[in-house]
Structures are given as C-alpha cells and as structure tokens.
C-alpha cells in the first residue's frame, strides 16, 4: 500500500507544511529579483506588455499572474503547486528509467534545503525545474513532439532554457528523430509572433535578452565556485550522494552500460548547465552573479543522480547482506530527513532564510515614515524593488514611481521623494550619497540604518 501510494502520502504531508510555512513566514526569498517577479506578475494585467518582458519571463509572468492578484501569499501558493507537480513527474521519471527505491528521489527534492526555501518565493528556478521534469516525462514516454514543445519554452522561464534545448536537441539527432528537432523552435516561434504587438521586431526575442553581454557589473569568480556553492544548495547528505551519482554514471558511461536518456537528459543535462554557469561567473560574463539558486532549475536532474549515487551504496556496495543494505537504506534516509533541521551551514535557518529580511523590515519602517509624516500628492523615486511592495504601489506607473538612475534627476518635480539605499542605488544604479549631495535642493527627511549593514535615506524636494 505504502510503495503504490507512498508518492501521493509524501505530497500530502509537504503540502500541510507548506501551508504551515505560508501561515507562519513573511519571506520572500530575497530582496531583489523575488520582489520584482512577483511586481511583473501582478501588475501584468493593468500593462499587458509585462506579458513580453524578457527579464521578468513571459511565461512565468503568464501562468503565475492571476495567483499574484492575490498578493505574495498567493504566488508561494503558486510556487507550492509548482513544486509538487515538479516532484510528481521527476517520481515518474525515475520509475520510466526503471531507477530502483524511486520514493528516495522525492525525499531528495522535498528536503533539499534551498528548494524548499525558494518555494515561497517568487523566483524563477522552480517554475523552470518543473518543465525539465515535464520534458523529460514526456520523452521518456516517448511523446517526443510534447517533450520538443515543452522543452521549447524553457527560454521563456529562464534564459539558459537554451542550453536545455541544446542537450534535447543532441538527443534527437542521436536518436535520428529529425522531425522533432524543429519543434524546439516552438517557443521562439510562438512568442516572437505573439509578441510582435508589442516590439515590432520578430527578433525581439533574441534582441530583449537582458543577459546578452560579454560582461558583468557583479564580477567574477573561482572555477570551483559552484563545486562549493552546490552544498550550500542540496546539503551534505544529497551533496556526497550526488558526487558518488555522478562517478558512478561516469563509469558505466566508459563501459557503455547505460541508456542514452540517462546520458544525455540526465547526466549530461545537468552538467550542461552546470559548467555553462561555472564558466560564466568564472569568464565574468551574461551578467552572472554566481548565484547558487540556479542549480535549483535542474533539480529534476540532480535528484535522479544522486538516487543513482543512494542505489549505489544501498543496491550494489552491500548487495551481499539483506540487512546491512536495509539498516544502510534506513540511515541514508533519516540523514536526508534531519540534515535541513540541523545547525550545518547549508541546512535551513528557518527564521533568516523564511522571514523577511532586514533591508526589507527597514523597507516597511520607511512606508510607515510616510504614510504618517508626509503628504498623499507626491510621487516616488527608488531603486530598491522591495518597496514597491512596502508603499503598495505600481512600478510600472511613472505617475506613481520612477526609477532611480542616473538620468532621473532632470525628472524631478517639487514634492518628489526619493529614496537612496546602499545596495541597489549604489551597485545597480551606481548611485552614492556623494551623488545625491550634488543636487542641495533635496532635503533629508529621514534616515534608517542596521548596524551599517544596509542604510536608507529618504529625500524630498522642498
């Protein structure tokens, strides 16, 4: 009962806790990027071109926009759905590629610390992992026109969709399915058409690109840089069953011992977009940050490998005592279990990693600034997205807010209130405190500091 069911049991259970998680956190992930996500989404149908903004995804804007209406509650809502659909299909893929102990391939998902925690943002990476398990599902159930499309699309969810198209696309020329191969042209063809309305250029879809650059304001880093970062993502249980997964793969690729769909869609899949983002932080280029929640996109992949790594030591190492390999099973899984529950680095730290964060408790100590010392009739100038979300107003309205930028201060009027903070006016927007002195008809007005860790300054032109 347990084996037939246990899949629709574990997802139960992970929605009661999601739920328990959206009732009792504030969070939202982080401060930048989750914030603005969740503002494109929302705001979509009073600006159908939000619809067609590359940075912010058409299609994840498409798809989570009437969850969004219901405030950042409803995207985590969302998020929730994405992720159980996400463990569903990689579940399935694992028992199509005939994988033993598929169960441990849920567990893997579901207790991965930082996909967990972006669950109740509004960013991107988990929306892109379920349409790699969709892909991949259809594939394997040899639906190859469906994966193709599916597949397709993963560009407009996040860009590197397109070095997932290419590992598909090797795929299908292996497997001599030439006519699947122009079905990965779907999405593009399907949005330059559609979003021809807005740009007036079919090749808006590859113009738009916002990472598109041979550099990066953010720097650049080691080559081991993700090495590193991938145990601050899945934790050092899945970390070392991953690497065992992916030696053990290795092997039995040198010795021809292994199937095409986990050569190429799974192992060479993940490592695909692994190395493609190890050599664009390390390069310093597409405008990467080195961010580990990228990993998070191929998490499908990821568990699958280290399932192998689990099945390894469990199935082939202690294969000889019936026992061992059940007291070696039992382990293994409590270990997954507990790990995001412990005090380890790359565990949960559910109060900071859940909760809003200070910059934007900071955010919500300078709305209430204004709602109560200053007039209704001004208009706003600022860099962090957070608050947008603090003063409950529309970005995308320059009646309401403009951005704070170098060529702003010509738009200024009497009345205005910006509001300068020390990490996105400075890193972003490459304003300082020495630029705003320059202009002495802004006045401060307020100010709210953390221990200098993160600094805002509200001003307005008297």
């Given amino acids: 009962m347990l084996r037939k069911n246990g899949i629709f049991l574990i997802l139960f259970l992970y929605i009661v806790a999601a739920a328990f998680t959206i009732f009792h956190f504030d969070g939202t992930g982080d401060s930048g990027d989750s914030p603005m996500h969740y503002l494109f989404a929302k705001h979509a149908p009073q600006h159908p071109e939000l619809y067609f903004d590359h940075w912010a995804k058409p299609l994840f804007v498409l798809l989570a926009s009437p969850f969004a209406q219901f405030g950042f509650v409803g995207i985590k809502v969302f998020n929730v759905i994405i992720v159980a659909l996400t463990v569903l299909f990689t579940y399935r893929c694992a028992e199509l590629l005939s994988i033993k102990n598929k169960l441990i391939v849920v567990l893997i998902l579901l207790f991965t610390p930082l996909y967990f925690v972006l669950t109740f943002s509004a ?68 949005y330059a058409v559609v979003g021809f309305s807005v740009y007036k250029d079919l090749l808006w879809i590859f113009k738009k690109i916002p990472y598109a650059q041979l550099s990066s304001i953010y720097g650049q880093g080691e080559l081991t ?43 060479l899949g993940f490592f695909a977009f692994f190395t493609a983002h190890t050599l664009f932080w390390y390069l310093g280029i597409f405008n990467s940050m080195g961010l580990k929640r990228v990993l998070i996109g191929v998490m499908p992949l990821l568990s699958i490998i280290a399932m192998i790594g689990f099945n390894f030591l469990t199935e082939e190492v202690f294969s000889f005592n ?122 401060e007005v307020f100010r709210c500091e953390n221990e200098g860790q993160a600094v805002f300054i509200v001003y307005q032109w008297k």
């Fill in 225 to 267: 840089h993700f090495v590193e970062q991938l145990y601050y993502t899945v934790g050092l249980p899945i970390y070392i069953l991953f690497w065992l997964g992916s030696l053990v793969l290795a092997y039995k690729i040198g010795m021809k011992r292994i199937s095409s769909e986990i050569f190429i869609l799974v192992f």
């Fill in 322 to 443: 019936t026992s061992v390999k059940k007291l070696l099973q039992i382990a293994l899984v409590l270990v997954i279990l507990i790990f995001p529950f412990t005090r380890n680095h790359a565990a949960i730290h559910w109060k900071t990693d859940l909760s809003l964060t200070q910059d934007q408790e900071m955010a919500h100590k300078i709305a209430n600034f204004v709602d109560e010392e200053l007039s209704d009739e001004h208009r706003f100038i600022f860099a962090h997205p957070y608050l947008n979300i603090a003063l409950e107003i529309d970005p995308f309205d320059a009646s309401q807010k403009l951005e704070l930028q170098l060529d702003v201060f010509d738009k200024i009027k009497k009345g205005d209130i910006i509001i300068w903070d020390s990490w996105f006016s400075v890193l972003e927007r490459g304003i300082t405190t020495e630029s705003m002195a320059e202009h002495p008809q802004f006045k």
């Fill in 123 to 190: 960013l991107t990476e988990p929306f892109f992992a379920l349409f790699i398990a969709l892909g991949l599902y259809a594939v394997l159930k040899h639906k190859l026109i469906a994966g193709a499309i599916i597949i397709s699309l993963l560009p407009f969810i996040r860009s590197e969709g397109l070095i997932i198209i290419g590992v598909f696309a090797f795929y299908f020329i292996v497997k001599k399915q030439w006519k699947v191969l122009p079905y990965l042209a779907f999405g593009h063809v399907f």
